[in-house]
């Protein structure tokens, strides 16, 4: 089983739709990033969330880590065709080196 | 430009060939990581090297070695190999505690093996 579920696991939507992509854990998340990767690419990092509760917003992509600090939500508002990737969450689930990757979510933006 | 860098992009190799993937990073980061990339896996950990010296061995490891050859270089062997084998490699590096300060990828390998 995978330590951090994805939902969805693909993502059509037209031009101009907002979207949500879920991050889920069985265990308290110590540190969740966002990655993106784009087809024969390394992943970029988007941002990172620390404390329950918080969000940090990049340009069109908000991001929030809930308070029990066990799932994130990535939202992404009037999405652009530049917005088309993988989307892949990260976290360390214990404070010792470990670090997990989601299963990804591959958003398809069509103009 | 600083961030990771691998070799090659691409390789095709026939079972029971051998091949070393290269990773080298010029961030000055102590911890470098070997991922691989599967459909409906995620990335998951091969090896991982905490510091200069050490290795450790992760979700993955077998059918694979590496060798962390010093503070820059982190690279991965493949002695025989298998389709099984087949996927896209990153390599990663981070501060030491990397869940603190984020990882940096490379642009990845993608190995056919045939």
């Known amino acids: 089983s995978q330590e951090l579920e994805q939902s969805p696991q693909s993502l059509i939507v037209q031009e101009g739709k907002n979207l949500t992509i879920n991050c889920t854990s069985s265990?308290?998340?110590?540190?969740l990033y966002w990655y993106k990767q784009k087809y024969g690419e390394g992943l970029i990092f988007l941002m990172m969330l620390q404390k329950g509760g918080e969000e940090k917003s990049h340009e069109k992509i908000t991001a929030k880590l809930d308070e029990k600090k066990q799932q994130s939500s990535l939202h992404i508002t009037a999405s652009q065709p530049s917005h088309a990737g993988i989307y892949l969450c990260g976290a360390a689930l214990n404070t010792g080196n470990q670090f997990y990757f989601g299963t990804g979510t591959s958003l398809t933006v069509i103009p | 430009n600083a961030g990771v860098t691998q070799t090659p992009k691409f390789q095709v190799l026939k079972t029971g060939q051998s091949m070393t993937l290269q990773c080298a990073q010029d961030m000055n980061h102590n911890s470098m990581y070997w991922y691989r990339q599967d459909p409906g896996m995620g990335l998951r950990l091969i090896y991982y090297s905490a510091s200069e010296g050490t290795t450790d061995k992760g979700e993955v490891p077998n059918g694979y070695n590496v060798s962390r050859l010093n503070k820059r270089e982190f690279s991965l062997r493949l002695e025989s190999a298998a389709p099984s084998q087949t996927s896209v490699y990153f390599c990663?590096?981070?501060?030491?505690?990397?869940?603190?300060?984020?990882?940096?990828f490379g642009s990845g390998t993608r190995l056919t093996v045939v």
């Open positions: 265990k308290t998340l110590y540190g």
């Open positions: 990663a590096s981070s501060h030491t505690g990397g869940h603190s300060y984020g990882y940096t």
